[in-house]
Nanobody, 114 residues
Framework: QARLVESGGGLVQPGGSLRLSCAATERIFSFSVMAWYRQAPGEQRELVASIAGGGSIDYADSVKGRFSISRDMAKNTMNLEMNSLKPEDTAVYYC????????WGQGTNVTVSL
């Protein structure tokens, strides 16, 4: 049973940057896809960015040009570099991985506010 643990959330001012990390207890190359989702208060969970096993990457339109997803195979981590943050990016961010079954992290809070 794989476990995913997020880190790196926090409070940041509009225009600032944060880097989220997702540490996996198993080799990440075994996952067919890994992704970051987010859920704002009162909203449905939405896909932010994904990276397939072969390396193809997709982003939600709302974060294109501002966020960057990456993997570090040696460290078994997936990262999300978030720049030019906006108040509407405020949400709980979840790490997701799929390998026949889906795995979720516990989430990390990101708050963008003055």
């Amino acid at each position: 049973q794989a476990r995913l643990v997020e880190s790196g959330g926090g409070l940041v001012q509009p225009g600032g940057s944060l880097r989220l990390s997702c540490a996996a207890t198993e080799r990440i190359f075994s996952f067919s896809v890994m992704a970051w989702y987010r859920q704002a208060p009162g909203e449905q969970r939405e896909l932010v960015a994904s990276i397939a096993g072969g390396g193809s990457i997709d982003y939600a339109d709302s974060v294109k040009g501002r966020f960057s997803i990456s993997r570090d195979m040696a460290k078994n981590t997936m990262n999300l570099e978030m720049n030019s943050l906006k108040p509407e990016d405020t949400a709980v961010y979840y790490c997701f991985a799929h390998r026949g079954v889906s795995y979720w992290g516990q989430g990390t809070n990101v708050t963008v506010s003055l």
